[in-house]
């Protein structure tokens, strides 16, 4: 088990909570990047009013674009390998799902119940909504379990960088279509003879299990749930891809795709707006719905404690 993860309740995480809030005002930057129909049309400057907006949410919020700052120079091929070695040497906790939900909670806390929800709430309202449009029980549980990758912040992450963010292929050259792309230039990477060019380490469509993707709590909890539970390979890219913007939102790195992925892009398609727009719903009552959610985890998570 990893330092600070008791069996007691911890106290509130102070840097969890500013991880959150820094979450938060990525999903609110998303939320406006991906309004479906621009209220208004393109400004004579050719700026749409999204964009427009995005820009100025940006300049009121310093942290997301310190993250994305820091995460466009720190994100290299290297960083990756490593991290994913680490990932495979180490179980840095053993619990079942409910039970990770709750120390997720615990352990960012909620500093103002007031204009933030809590990570248990986020989830259970992503179930929920999914639950309420009669989705399939193994979507609902996806919803419910999306960001459970968030506690690698709390097992040895280096920083906000590689927990939350957009995330991208490292290996190949930078898509400008990644939000705040210019920031790459930072990253070593962008000047390496292979990982600068194109198909960079990869070939024409290689299929995007085998790109290696930013490291983040997506790609920590793909992996986490890929050998441990019986969910199917749509769930496994609603995981793994929910926070690949430039791709399911802008149409990058199509040229990495085979046929499967076109199928998976169609599910995290149908997922995103779960994730993105179920915030204004009413809270849930955690103890209420408990019992149809552990019900739900037992049924394809037969291995009750899991390596995380
Ligand atoms: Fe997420
Ligand atoms: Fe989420």
Redesign the pocket.
């Given at each position: 088990m990893a330092p600070g993860l008791t069996s007691k309740t911890p106290p509130p995480h102070p840097s969890g909570r500013e991880l959150e809030e820094v979450s938060d005002q990525i999903?609110a930057i998303n939320i406006l990047l991906s309004s479906p129909t621009p209220t208004t049309t393109t400004t004579t400057a050719g700026d749409s009013k999204p964009k427009s907006n995005f820009r100025q949410y940006l300049t009121a919020a310093p942290q997301v674009k310190a993250l994305y700052k820091e995460q466009h120079e720190k994100q290299t091929v290297e960083y990756n390998l490593a991290a994913r070695k680490a990932f495979h040497l180490t179980v840095r906790a053993r619990m079942g799902i409910w039970e990770a939900m709750e120390k997720l909670n615990a352990l960012i806390d909620e500093s103002d119940p007031d204009t933030s929800l809590s990570q248990i709430e986020?989830l259970l309202q992503?179930a929920e909504a999914m639950r309420r449009d009669g989705k399939p029980r193994w979507m609902q549980l996806t919803g419910l379990i999306?960001?459970l990758g968030k506690l690698l912040f709390f097992f040895g992450a280096q920083g906000q960088w590689d927990v939350v963010g957009d995330t991208f292929p490292v290996g190949c050259a930078f898509d400008s279509r990644i939000i705040l792309s210019e920031s790459f230039t930072q990253n070593p990477d962008s000047k390496h003879p292979i990982y600068s060019t194109e198909m960079g380490i990869y070939t024409l469509n290689c299929g995007l299990d085998n790109l290696l993707l930013s490291w983040g709590h997506d790609e920590y909890l793909y992996h986490v749930v890929k050998g441990q539970s019986l969910l199917p390979a749509e769930a496994l890219a609603m995981i793994r891809y929910?926070s690949f913007y430039p791709w399911h939102r802008e149409g990058a790195y199509k040229r990495f795709m085979n046929e499967k992925d076109w199928q998976m892009l169609e599910a995290v398609k149908e997922f995103n707006p779960y994730?993105l727009y179920s915030k204004s719903d009413a809270p849930p009552v955690v103890e209420e719905l408990k019992p149809y959610y552990t019900e739900l985890i037992d049924e394809f998570f037969p291995k009750k404690i899991l390596d995380w």
């Open positions: 999903d986020h992503t999306h960001d929910h994730d």
